[in-house]
């Protein structure tokens, strides 16, 4: 199995599916990210991971098409505009019965009141993992582009996916799995 990941970050979830892949493919746009996530993989002694400098809108796969792409908590630094392009070059790196799996912060559009929503959200999250990570939700919400579920869902079908399960929890974390639309 090959596996994209877009957005590898520090390489947690690289490192854990370089066990379980024939190779991977850990691509960010962050040098210093990709840096930590190379010394990591290298000191746990990983020799299937690529090191791709690049991202969604950017990174060009010139191997055989993957298996499947990952991608977490990372699409929401794209506005709209830009997660459509960045999902229709993912579903260009996948094979034809390839798996697409998306994970990151969603808002609920049938919430009636999501600004009390959000300040219950950072108020458990302060309680939880302290300030700076209430902080950090609270510069999500602001400044970065996390959008609603039914534009995701319209975004992943225009992009030519199938969304298979969708899944919402801890409030405003959306986990989708998705195929890709036969032409
Ligand atoms: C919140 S971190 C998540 C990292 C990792 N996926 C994880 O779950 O630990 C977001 C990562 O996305 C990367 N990133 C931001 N914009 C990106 C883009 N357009 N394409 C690919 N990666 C991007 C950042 O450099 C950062 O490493």
Redesign the pocket.
């Known amino acids: 199995m090959w596996d994209s990941l877009?957005?590898?970050?520090?390489g947690?979830?690289a490192l854990h599916a370089a066990k379980h892949c024939q190779k991977v493919y850990a691509?960010?746009?962050?040098a210093t990210?990709l840096d930590y996530c190379r010394t990591k993989g290298e000191t746990a002694g990983l020799r299937n991971i690529v090191y791709c400098h690049g991202?969604?809108?950017t990174y060009e796969h010139d191997a055989a098409p993957v298996d499947a792409i990952v991608s977490?908590?990372?699409l929401h630094?794209?506005p709209d505009f830009w997660k459509l392009v960045?999902l229709k070059r993912a579903a260009e790196m996948l094979k034809p019965d390839g798996r697409l799996f998306l994970c990151d912060i969603v808002f609920p559009s049938e919430t009636a009141n999501l600004e009390a929503e959000f300040d219950t959200w950072v108020t458990s999250i302060a309680k939880l993992s302290g300030p700076e990570l209430a902080a950090e939700a609270e510069t999500h919400i602001r400044d970065e582009y996390s959008t609603y579920d039914w534009v995701m869902a319209r975004l992943l079908a225009r992009a030519g996916f199938v969304i298979e399960s969708a899944e919402y929890s801890g409030r405003f974390q959306a986990t989708y799995v998705c195929a890709k639309s036969r032409p």
């Open positions: 877009l957005g590898a970050g520090t947690a979830f691509v960010d746009v962050s990210m991202g969604f809108l977490i908590f990372v630094h794209l960045g």
